[in-house]
């Protein structure tokens, strides 16, 4: 019986050291967690749009400062009253100027042009909010997670 009792008082210590174990695995893990969120979205926030001049010409303005290409870009946007989409397949890193023509009746959009770095940025219309805006911006980042920008919600991640 003497023997019974050391290996009990051992098993119960083993069971309390795994529950301990346990325990300290979950803030661990959530802390994981926020930190590849924060990373994640430290790289989406990387990507913006706007409206502006450049070069006496108007258009959208869209940058990707991430390290690398982003896939499946798909601007929806109002010009001179009519809302329109243009997509892009990718967006390597770097500013790019996309000029809005006024045709007969709705915009045309131009192929992307990139604004060198020792360029000024086009100036923002930011006056201009009701007759050009970006109502939306999506795009599919390095890691294949896709995001999802408006002014009402921001940049959101799709769940995947």
Known sequence: ???????????AATILALVVAAIAVFPAWKAYLNDRHRDERAH???VSAWWGKYDDKVGVMISNSQASLIRRVV???????YTTTHEL???????????SR???SRPTWEFPERVS??????????????RHRIISLHFVDADNATWNWSPEDGLVREKP
């Open 44 to 46: 989406a926030i990387g």
């Open 1 to 11: 019986m003497t023997d019974a009792l050391p290996n009990w008082i051992q098993a």
């Open 75 to 81: 601007m929806k946007v109002v010009a001179n009253d």
């Open 102 to 104: 006024r045709g007969t």
């Open 117 to 130: 770095s020792g360029d000024p940025l086009p100036t923002p219309l930011s006056k201009s909010k009701h």
């Open 89 to 99: 397949a990718f967006l390597p890193q770097g500013d790019f100027f996309l000029e």
